[in-house]
């Protein structure tokens, strides 16, 4: 076992291969999680404005910068929020995720989703039409989008081939990551040529199979816990392997001792135990993370297409790119 791998952006930046993921890290736990990983030797840590927890993940720093770690040596992914999508609210965003950190900078930016909400002081305003679905923005482009980001360190989440490739031939900048679901459930290879072929990293998030109740996560696979049982190491770290073998950065989340340091220590799959995980995947392509889907008191459903996923073919609205 490893652990503290590096794999370096085109910009030269150097990104540590795992990550601690805080979406849906409740408040009060992540705090803890943070400082926990950090002492324990995590150095990229995956924020968003949308997980409403920055301020406490501000204080864990405070508790380990720069006793433990200095900030340099840490790297910081922040995600622009949907209700900032318009140019003039960009960097107002930016700062105010500063603001809630107590840091000066962050080594990453993502635009979260290639979709815009209202700016209407809400992260998530409820459409007026329809009580069931969140209202969106249907007037800034992504070009509008990214062109306002490019001043930042930048890159992009959830956005597809189509996408990147839009906003590129409209400005000539390529984003430095796309941070998108994979796991063997949804391998993305596509993307993934098509992100190795143009230099852009990408982080893999959901890569235990999800954070959303009532799934059946990836971990609770019987090829997964054979594979595990044969190394000696936990069903997680086999995932968390089967990420690094295809050579991007994964961000597990956790925020339970034990498992956010089992989490960062690594195990090598051999060809075969790769092969053997991939397996699972062979006609069970599965998403979790379709926004059209989403249907909870909190999470509304989104009514536009994203992914061209089945699930998506009856939205009403489709990505602006231009
Ligand atoms: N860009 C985006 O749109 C986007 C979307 C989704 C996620 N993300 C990022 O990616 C991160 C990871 O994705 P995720 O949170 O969806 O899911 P995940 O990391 O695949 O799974 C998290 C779930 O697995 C559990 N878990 C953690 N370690 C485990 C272990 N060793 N054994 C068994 N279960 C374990 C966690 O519970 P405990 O906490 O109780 O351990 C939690 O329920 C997020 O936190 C977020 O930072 C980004």
């Known amino acids: 076992m490893s652990d503290g791998k590096y794999l370096t952006l085109s910009t030269n930046a150097k990104i540590p291969q795992i990550g601690l993921g805080?979406?849906?890290?409740?408040?009060?736990?992540?705090?803890?999680?943070?400082?926990?990983?950090?002492?324990?030797?995590?150095?990229?840590?995956?924020?968003?404005?949308?997980?409403?927890?920055?301020?406490?993940?501000?204080?864990?720093?405070?508790?380990?910068?720069?006793?433990?770690?200095?900030?340099?040596?840490?790297?910081?992914?922040?995600?622009?929020?949907?209700?900032?999508?318009?140019?003039?609210?960009v960097e107002p965003e930016l700062n105010e995720t500063l603001k809630q950190l107590g840091i000066d900078y962050l080594d990453l930016y993502l635009v979260h989703w290639p979709v815009a909400?209202?700016?209407?002081?809400?992260?998530?305003?409820?459409?007026?039409?329809?009580?069931?679905?969140?209202?969106?923005?249907?007037?800034?482009?992504?070009?509008?989008?990214?062109?306002?980001?490019?001043?930042?360190?930048?890159?992009?989440?959830?956005?597809?081939i189509?996408?990147?490739?839009?906003?590129?031939?409209?400005?000539?900048?390529?984003?430095v990551v796309d941070q998108i679901e994979a796991h063997p459930l949804l391998p993305q290879d596509d993307l993934v040529a098509f992100c190795k072929e143009h230099n852009i990293h990408l982080t893999a998030y959901s890569p235990l199979g999800n954070n959303l109740a009532g799934k059946l996560k990836i971990v609770d696979?019987?090829?997964?816990?054979?594979?595990?049982?044969?190394?000696?190491?936990?069903?997680?770290?086999?995932?968390?392997?089967?990420?690094?073998?295809?050579?991007?950065?994964?961000?597990p989340k956790s925020v339970q001792e034990s498992r956010i340091k089992s989490n960062f220590q690594q195990v090598t799959l051999s060809k075969e135990d790769y092969d053997t995980i991939s397996s699972i995947g062979h006609n069970k392509h599965t998403r979790f993370n379709t926004p059209i889907t989403y249907n909870t008191p909190n999470d509304k459903k989104w009514d536009i297409n994203i992914f061209d996923e089945e699930a998506e073919k009856s939205a009403t609205h489709q990505i602006k790119i231009i």
Not at 43 to 58: F, P, S, T
Not at 122 to 140: F, R, Y
């Open 162 to 175: 189509k996408h990147i490739q839009g906003i590129a031939d409209a400005t000539g900048v390529w984003p």
């Open 22 to 89: 805080t979406w849906l890290s409740k408040p009060h736990e992540v705090e803890n999680a943070v400082e926990i990983a950090v002492r324990n030797g995590y150095r990229h840590l995956d924020l968003a404005m949308i997980y409403k927890n920055q301020d406490e993940v501000g204080r864990a720093l405070k508790k380990v910068v720069p006793s433990v770690v200095k900030r340099e040596d840490l790297f910081i992914t922040s995600k622009l929020w949907n209700c900032s999508h318009r140019p003039e609210h």
């Open 221 to 251: 696979y019987p090829e997964v816990q054979a594979v595990a049982t044969k190394l000696g190491a936990t069903p997680a770290q086999v995932l968390v392997a089967w990420g690094v073998y295809r050579g991007y950065s994964v961000i």
């Open 117 to 160: 909400f209202p700016h209407t002081g809400q992260l998530i305003t409820i459409s007026e039409e329809n009580p069931n679905e969140v209202a969106l923005d249907l007037e800034p482009s992504l070009v509008d989008t990214w062109k306002a980001m490019i001043a930042l360190p930048i890159g992009v989440s959830n956005f597809s």
